[in-house]
């Protein structure tokens, strides 16, 4: 931990031990008081159990690999060396020896990591492994890159300050590969929204647009970044990723042109020849073979079984998709690459000119040609700038210091060469092109001179362009992928740094390439020194802590002999290079030997076992001997105006971009800025980016050089853990502190643990925190007190001081969380109501209003529609009694029929009905005489009496009612017997059969029914039998059924006889005598005739006529008759036998019972 940093993040529910081992229960939860929780046995099975709670909420923890869980307890070796005794240097890598056989490659300093490159693939970077370090502090799990990337982002998100992870080590130690386990740790640990996994997938596929353009395979290394990277990934509020910048470092971009042997070029290059499909490959002017390309045939590298270019193009072509880079400028950036293969193929041959000088022409224009039509420039120019060059001088000088003799040009023949191929690509003209390569022109206030260049020149033109193309296609690809991951919002953002920079390089032959990349690890190991060692150290003196100093190889005074103004090596090489002429190389190794040759660090090869031309110097990795060659030339890194120009006149949109320098308009007489120049001022900017953000350190350590796994080179390791100051750091450790805050930063952070600095403190922040401290259950062995600092121990405490922090936060959010929802309840409460009572208010309003307009509205509705209605109904009426005079049914009574009435017409028309009838059956009635009168009358009053009550009775409607079926009214002899009795008005006379009451025989007997009294007589003698007058007939009974039954009831108090011939009647009664002339009563009489119905209708009329009121008519299967001196009760059954034919009946008399079978 760096000094003043604000300690590392917290991991997920650590449970934190003390000194002596225990495990220290976390804080109450309760808000009451904040009292030291006891280690009780209650207390650890509920500290356990909320540790388990919060696994399951960080999800499943899974082994890398069967039968290796994610435990301490399985590790090999020491997993922290601060733990190591001896802690030598012997066994600092025997036990990193130890666990690098067993496939544990990671190993704590404290918080700085160590990782030994395996050389194979490991089962140590799963999902399952990602969820395992999210849910865990950093010393609960085995050592892990993940482990430090969880560190630096939830320092990020819950400390709200900027991260940095330092990648550092030699070249092949898998600086790159942890680079990229850190970004897909992040990417798989933060937001799941979909602009948030947009945006990481965009960040995540950087890194195969930047390997494929940046990175080569070298001696030590398959896939070495050739380039300084240093990623920020920002993060909003809510640690989300909202966008990254990149910025690259001194890409070697004379590795376009050159390699050495058993290397070779860009990935790039052999991706495209690789994986292009032929349609593109011809679009570019290309063959597959990579043989046919000088740029890639130095090595003599052509196959490797641990490179697949063909699929890592198409992974390639699919990132710069994902970046949005669109397919124009996807097709702009493969022209430019191919047109650098072309521009490699372009040679040059001598010629003499008129004049004596010697000049140049190109062997293979066809190059030039297709280079030419890649980057849309006409093949001429591009010709001409290859060959030519504008050389600024005054206009009296031209015609005597310069020859501007004409040059042989080839014949037409050989147009279709690599020159106009070159041409073609860049869509530039040929003849600008050649004659850039092989001239040279002056350009005066006067006048204007070209000068011939030399093949030599045109060669070394050609290299310079090739080398310009690439490496500012490579500055432009990562300024577009900038403009893709920077940060849509301009918010408040926390940035996490992750550096991935070349590691140091020693080389057979080291150049100026070699020489700033371990310039660039020397300022590296300074700041790690500075930070982890020095002022680490220096602080605890300066705050009065017990320390006993540690002592460190400090790497500042290389540095300075780099670095150093007006004396260091950079310097007197820029001083080298403004000479007129730029100076030269031998030149600047004889400053450099007047100036450094005392210095301890420098030292001039003064024997055979180097090539001349070298000096050396003693960096922290070892002594390296750097080849002064082309050190001049690669630090001017000039590109001359004439080619300049002819690559910003290429069609191509994309050359105006890489070229803003050819443009005509744009004429500055100041030179450029050297190459270390930049590489020093951004390296500058590098480490001030640094100093700034507190540090993670991953240090890299290359167990063999022959990229062999399970090959562990101990005096290899030990040369790198001696120069990485890895056994001084773990002693620093060991015997230091890993957190210090200000008292200030300390109770701000912390006061809420305690009562007595919760809310606020008062007094002074050193006296806070001790109250603070003595509330907790920490030992006192684990801090210590400075002047100005609280210095805490080891890492453990700290992560149980967070521990306590997020309980007691979690309760003060749920206190805040709770007061302001009930606040905000109570409020809107406030304000539902009022709005409550104005709506309702409001409301009320409206709806009387509303109530009032439908009223209305009804009332008008309603009064139109009766309005209506009664139209209507009187046009109806009117029409439907129009219709009905106009067409009255027939005038018979008999008829039914009856216009249809409309429903307001129903009462009326039944009305109209009843009349219609009624007149048609008076005006029906008015045809009769008045014996037809008196039949119909007698008809009716039948349907009254029989209708629906007699089965007998519709056989009965057919037939008329003669009356009189004897004559009876023409004969004399009743004429004669009538006048005596008053019977001469005869209303029926007929032979029906009388039913003896005994026997229930049938007797036929005359049967007279006159307007005053019933007769029945002697049929032979007209004798009267029995006289009864209509009054004294009370009741009629019949059955429903069939037969011609009917009883005559007679009143009780009438004495009854029966009369002889002497003896005259006597009206009025019914009598019945016997030989002593005695008188008895008789009883209701029995009858059976085919004419029932008219009898019992016309004695119905005869009797109401006679009394003024109806007799009774009884209709039932039962009823009583009274036979004399007994009751008898009439029974009638239909017993439905076969063998009685219809209409028979059979009567049979059982005691008072007198049944009736039909």
Not at 95 to 123: A, G, W
């Amino acid at each position: 931990m760096a000094s003043g940093g604000p300690g590392p993040p917290l991991g997920e529910r650590l449970g934190p031990r003390s000194c002596s081992g225990e495990r220290l229960g976390p804080r109450s939860c309760s808000g009451d008081r904040l009292a030291p929780r006891s280690c009780s046995g209650d207390r650890d099975r509920d500290r356990d159990r909320d540790r388990d709670r919060d696994r399951e909420r960080a999800g499943p923890r899974s082994a890398p690999a069967p039968g290796r869980p994610l435990t301490l307890e399985r590790e090999v070796g020491v997993w922290d060396t601060v733990l190591l005794e001896p802690l030598t240097e012997q066994a600092f890598i025997a036990n990193l020896h130890q666990r690098y056989k067993h496939d544990q490659i990671y190993t704590y300093i404290s918080q700085v990591l160590v990782s030994v490159n395996p050389y194979k693939k490991l089962p140590l970077y799963s999902s399952d492994v990602i969820r395992a370090y999210r849910s865990c502090s950093r010393f609960e799990l085995p050592p892990h890159v993940y482990a430090v990337a969880e560190e630096a982002y939830r320092a990020v998100r819950e400390h709200n300050s900027d991260q940095c992870v330092v990648i550092s080590g030699e070249s092949g130690a898998g600086k790159t590969e942890a680079s990229k386990l850190i970004m897909q740790y992040v990417a798989a640990v933060s937001g799941r929204a979909k602009e948030v996994n947009a945006i990481k997938g965009q960040l995540l596929q950087s890194n195969p647009v930047l390997e494929a353009f940046g990175n080569a395979k070298t001696h030590r290394n398959d896939n070495s970044s050739r380039f300084g990277k240093y990623m920020d990934l920002e993060f909003d509020f809510k640690g989300d990723p909202i966008g990254g910048l990149i910025t690259n470092y001194l890409l070697e971009k004379s590795r376009v042109t050159a390699q050495q042997p058993c290397e070779r070029n860009f990935h790039i290059f052999y991706q495209l020849l690789t994986g292009a499909d032929i349609q593109l490959l011809k679009s570019l002017k290309l063959q597959r073979n990579v043989e046919n390309y000088d740029i890639l045939k130095q090595g003599r590298p052509l196959q490797y079984e641990t490179l697949d270019d063909k699929r890592d193009f198409q992974v390639t072509r699919r990132a710069m998709d994902i970046l949005g880079l669109t397919p124009d400028e996807q097709q702009a950036i493969l022209r430019v690459i191919a047109s650098v293969l072309k521009l490699g193929n372009v040679t040059f041959s001598p010629v003499n000119n008129i004049d004596g000088s010697e000049g140049c022409v190109v062997d293979n224009e066809y190059e030039v040609l297709g280079t030419s039509d890649l980057l849309l420039v006409s093949f001429e120019t591009l010709r001409s700038a290859l060959t030519r060059r504008l050389v600024t001088a005054l206009a009296s000088d031209c015609g005597s210091s310069v020859a501007c003799s004409p040059v042989t040009l080839p014949s037409s023949a050989a147009i279709y060469t690599d020159l106009q191929d070159a041409c073609e690509l860049l869509h530039t003209d040929t003849a600008s092109l050649q004659a850039s390569l092989t001239s040279h022109t002056l350009d005066g206030r006067l006048d204007a001179v070209t000068v011939e260049l030399s093949a030599a020149e045109a060669c070394s033109a050609r290299d310079v362009l090739a080398r310009a193309l690439y490496s500012r296609l490579f500055a432009w690809i990562v300024m577009r992928i900038n403009e893709t991951i920077k940060p849509k919002k301009h918010a408040k953002r926390k940035v996490l740094g992750v550096l991935d920079i070349y590691g140091f390089e020693v080389f057979e032959r080291n150049g100026f390439e070699q020489f700033c990349i371990n310039f660039c690890n020397e300022k590296l190991q300074q700041i790690f020194i500075q930070l982890v060692l020095r002022e680490e150290q220096e602080e605890y003196v300066r705050e009065g802590i017990e320390w006993t100093p540690v002592d460190y190889f400090n790497n500042a005074v290389i540095c300075d002999l780099i670095e150093k103004t007006n004396q260091g090596i950079l310097s007197m090489l820029d001083d080298e290079c403004l000479k007129p002429g730029h100076g030269s190389d031998e030149g600047f190794l004889s400053r450099l030997n007047a100036a450094c040759s005392n210095h301890p660090h420098f030292s001039v090869i003064s024997d055979n076992s180097s090539p001349a031309h070298c000096f050396r110097l003693k960096h922290y990795a070892g002594d390296v001997t750097y080849d002064v060659t082309d050190f001049v030339k690669k630090n001017v890194d000039a590109l001359s105006r004439d080619l300049s120009l002819v690559m910003y006149r290429c069609d191509l949109p994309l050359m105006k971009a890489l070229f803003p320098e050819g443009n005509p308009k744009r004429v500055t007489l100041r030179r450029g800025t050297s190459a270390s120049a930049q590489f020093k001022i951004s390296l500058g900017a590098l480490m001030k980016s640094l100093a700034a953000k507190q540090a993670h350190y991953v240090r890299c350590v290359k167990p063999n050089d022959t990229k062999v796994a399970n090959e562990f080179d101990s005096e290899l390791v030990r040369h790198q853990v001696r120069y990485l100051n890895l056994l001084e750091t773990a002693r620093v450790k060991r015997v230091g502190f890993a957190f210090r805050q200000s008292y200030e930063s300390f109770l701000a952070r912390y006061k809420m643990l305690s009562l007595h600095t919760w809310p606020s403190w008062c007094g002074l922040a050193a006296e806070g925190v001790t109250y603070l401290l003595r509330d907790l259950p920490i030992s006192m062995a684990e801090y210590a007190f400075g002047r100005t600092k609280l210095f805490i121990r080891s890492p453990e405490t700290v992560y149980e001081l967070e521990e306590y922090r997020r309980d007691r936060l979690e309760e003060l959010a749920t206190l805040i969380q709770k007061t302001w929802r009930g606040w905000r309840q109570h409020r809107l409460f406030e304000a539902m109501r009022k709005s409550q009572i104005i709506i309702a208010s409001n409301w009320r309003t409206w709806k009387a209003k509303e109530e009032l307009r439908a009223m209305k509205q009804r009332r008008r509705t309603e009064w139109a529609a009766r309005l209506v209605q009664r139209a209507y109904r009187g046009w109806k009426r009117r029409r439907f009694l129009l219709r009905l005079a106009h067409h009255l049914p027939s005038e018979s009574p008999l008829c039914r029929e009856w216009p249809r009435a409309p429903p307001p017409c129903q009462h009326a028309s039944a009305l109209l009905y009843k009349l219609y009838h009624k007149w048609r059956c008076h005006k029906y009635r008015m045809r009769f005489d008045q014996t037809s009168r008196n039949r119909m009358r007698e008809k009716v009053t039948s349907s009254i009496i029989f209708k629906g009550r007699k089965a007998s009775y519709p056989k009965s409607i057919g037939h008329p009612f003669l009356g009189d079926y004897v004559r009876l009214r023409q004969n004399s002899q009743w004429k004669k017997m009538s006048a005596q009795s008053n019977d001469q008005y005869v209303v029926f006379a007929d032979i029906i059969n009388k039913i003896a009451r005994s026997s229930g025989k049938f007797v036929p007997v005359l049967f007279v029914l006159s307007t005053s009294s019933m007769l029945i007589l002697d049929q032979r003698t007209m004798q009267i039998k029995y006289r009864i007058p209509a009054p004294e007939i009370y009741r009629i009974s019949l059955s429903p059924f069939l037969d011609d039954i009917a009883v005559f009831h007679v009143r009780a108090h009438s004495p009854t006889r029966e009369t002889t011939v002497e003896e005259p009647n006597l009206p009025g009664c019914l009598m019945g005598g016997g030989d002593s002339g005695s008188k008895h009563r008789k009883g209701d009489l029995v009858f059976q005739t085919g004419h029932v119905i008219e009898i019992v209708t016309k004695l119905f009329l005869v009797i109401q006529n006679a009394t003024g009121k109806p007799p009774d008519i009884n209709i039932d299967t039962e009823f009583e008759a009274n036979f004399g001196q007994s009751d008898v009760v009439f029974s009638f059954k239909a017993s439905g036998h076969p063998d009685m034919p219809p209409g028979q009946i059979r009567i049979i008399r059982r005691a008072n019972k007198m049944e009736v079978i039909l």
